[in-house]
């Protein structure tokens, strides 16, 4: 079983240019999340989806937006990169639509450079 | 605000006992959760703990104190391989997990 695969693995992005992180599972999770994790601070939730068709604003989640247009893809766009974005970002699902209270299963990471 | 507290990092020997404690304040609370992240990996699942008490899991067992807003999570005969990060993580009220900064942890031989 693959779980949840990101896309990219890693990759370096010129401010100012748009990129798409991709996020699949194969669970047949309602839930699925982005989180971002910088050095010395906690995960940071930007988005999540609570099930297909429906998306919500976490902690950070300004200069990011998501889709959720089946169950299985939940991409995540920076439509205009600035350095602040630079991080390792982290895809999630969970078999829950009521919220958080199941265990999140994680992707391997999509470590991004904005120069 | 929400915060979780764990100390940034322990040092421990290979086949000792090491207890990484937790502290939290959040708006309700819904279950706390432990992870273990290995350097340049992903998070991966350890426990969850609902109710007052310990529960056990093998080699690793994660205590909770509702009142005192307090867990820990306890690793014995400590083997090389679980030198790693340790997140320790709450649901509130919202069903909003709320993360902390993690517990890295070496193992010495």
């Known amino acids: 079983t693959a779980g949840i695969t990101q896309a990219p693995t890693s990759q370096i992005l010129a401010a100012g240019r748009s990129m798409t992180l991709r996020c699949t599972q194969d669970m047949r999770h309602n839930a699925m999340y982005w989180y971002r994790q910088d050095l010395g601070l906690g995960l940071r939730l930007i988005h999540y989806?609570?099930?297909?068709?429906?998306?919500g604003k976490g902690e950070v989640p300004d200069g990011y937006s998501v889709s959720r247009a089946n169950t299985d893809d939940f991409p995540l766009t920076l439509a205009s990169a600035v350095p602040s974005q630079t991080s390792v970002y982290f895809c999630?699902?969970?078999?829950?639509?009521?919220?958080?209270?199941?265990?999140?299963?994680f992707g391997p990471g999509t470590r991004l450079t904005v120069l | 605000g929400q915060n979780i507290d764990q100390p940034t990092e322990m040092t421990a020997t290979e086949g000792a006992i090491v207890q990484i404690n937790c502290t939290y304040q959040?708006?309700?609370?819904?279950?706390l959760f432990w992870y273990q992240q290995h350097a340049g990996e992903a998070p991966t699942f350890l426990s969850y703990?609902?109710l007052d008490g310990l529960e056990e899991k093998g080699r690793f067992s994660s205590f909770l104190s509702r009142s005192k807003g307090y867990s820990y999570l306890l690793l014995k005969e400590l083997q090389m391989k679980d030198s790693a990060s340790y997140l320790c993580a709450v649901t509130d009220s919202n069903y909003q997990l709320i993360w902390g900064a993690g517990t890295k942890l070496i193992i010495k031989p």
């Open positions: 989806s609570n099930t297909a068709g429906t998306t």
């Open positions: 959040t708006s309700g609370f819904n279950g």
């Open positions: 999630a699902s969970s078999d829950s639509t009521s919220g958080a209270t199941d265990t999140q299963y």
């Open positions: 703990n609902v």
